[in-house]
């Protein structure tokens, strides 16, 4: 089992404690059922393992946490001045590097760079309520901005893999929280949501020649794979 990023919450020192118990908690479950897993480091967990990526399928699927696609990792966040100059002076002090690795080691650094401003008292609003949702979207530029990383994320992927990994067929992705499926080009971008509400979520099974996807359902807390979303053959 591959989980691509923001797996738990680590970016804020204050809450960094809590976030490698839950990790710790995650990895200790999936040995239990006997599953080998993969973490991968996203915006909001960068330091949980060295691991960015994974080239899968020989080379046909490229897997990243998706925060690599926007100059600042994200641009609709609190911290986006911060994390877009961080960003700047990583990419600039690599020497401002072609190649994907040294890429994603500068936006890994770009996300550590705010671990010592500590989470905004929105940041655990609920957003089930009407009053936990207005927080989450204040100030108001940020559901606008959100909205468009979202339109923009699809052409940013598959861009992306075709200047990293030209002979990739498929990207799989995760960060903007929007669930999906796009044939962009030559590329196929999926992106795998979230367990936020809304957001939609899927899950990725390789199978040899193909991904299959699909969504993932719940009912009374707990989730399960449910009907196929769609096929991929590679």
């Known amino acids: 089992m591959v989980f691509n990023g923001d797996t738990v919450e680590t970016r804020f020192l204050k809450e960094r404690e809590q976030g490698v118990a839950d990790f710790h908690q995650v990895k200790a479950f999936c040995e239990e059922k006997g599953v080998e897993a993969d973490f991968l480091t996203g915006n909001h967990d960068p330091l949980v393992t060295g691991l960015h990526h994974l080239d899968l399928a020989g080379g046909a699927v490229l897997v990243t946490h998706g925060d690599i696609l926007f100059h600042g990792l994200s641009p609709w966040s609190r911290e986006a001045d911060t994390l877009r100059n961080a960003h700047t002076s990583a990419l600039e002090a690599a020497g401002n590097p072609t190649l994907l690795e040294p890429c994603l080691a500068a936006a890994r650094r770009a996300a550590i760079s705010i671990e010592k401003l500590g989470p905004s008292p929105h940041h655990h609003a609920r957003v089930r309520s009407l009053a936990g949702f207005v927080r989450q979207i204040w100030p108001l530029w940020r559901p606008l901005k959100m909205v468009e990383c979202w339109l923009r994320a699809p052409s940013l992927a598959a861009a992306f893999v075709a200047r990293y990994r030209p002979e990739a067929k498929c990207i799989l992705i995760g960060h903007t929280h929007r669930a999906g499926v796009w044939k ?42 449910a009907r196929d979303v769609a096929r991929v053959e590679l």
């Open 184 to 225: 962009i080009g030559k590329q196929v971008v999926i992106n795998t949501g979230s367990f936020l509400p809304y957001s939609g979520m899927l899950a990725v099974d390789l199978m040899p020649g193909q991904l299959l996807v699909r969504k993932i359902g719940s009912e009374r807390g707990l989730f399960r794979l």
